[in-house]
């Protein structure tokens, strides 16, 4: 009886650790959404994206923007200051830590922390 116990509680245990660690869906985009985006410049090449605030894997505060267009495997965003619309890759390679629940759905093309401040990982392709 005690091994069954102890079998169901590894099993449930485990099922645990993956549903947390589990990637998270692409983000989906759509046309005049707002989104946080990594305000380095045009020559930073972390892509940072998240829906909430907070600083990018640049350790920079994000700035809000919006979509103004959508394509496959990149958005363009325009944000206050920005003279004219940047691009941001979409397929990530890292992706925000904290599983289905995560509600920042921070990715990246760099290592680093999301926006709640998890590890990002690597996106499993």
Do not use: H
């Amino acid at each position: 009886m005690k091994k069954a116990i102890f079998a169901l509680a590894a099993v449930l245990f485990l099922a645990m650790v993956a549903l947390t660690f589990a990637a998270n869906p692409k983000p989906v985009f759509k046309v005049g959404q707002e989104v946080y985006a990594c305000n380095c410049g045009v020559q930073c090449d972390c892509f940072t994206l998240a829906k909430k605030p907070g600083k990018c894997v640049c350790g920079k505060e994000m700035v809000k923007a919006k979509v103004v267009t959508v394509e496959k495997g990149k958005i363009m965003l325009k944000a206050d200051g920005w003279e004219k619309p940047r691009p941001f890759l979409t397929d990530a390679k890292f992706a925000c830590a904290c599983g289905p629940q995560c509600d920042c759905d921070t990715i990246s093309q760099k290592p680093g922390k999301c926006v709640c401040g998890k590890e990002m990982m690597p996106v499993k392709k």
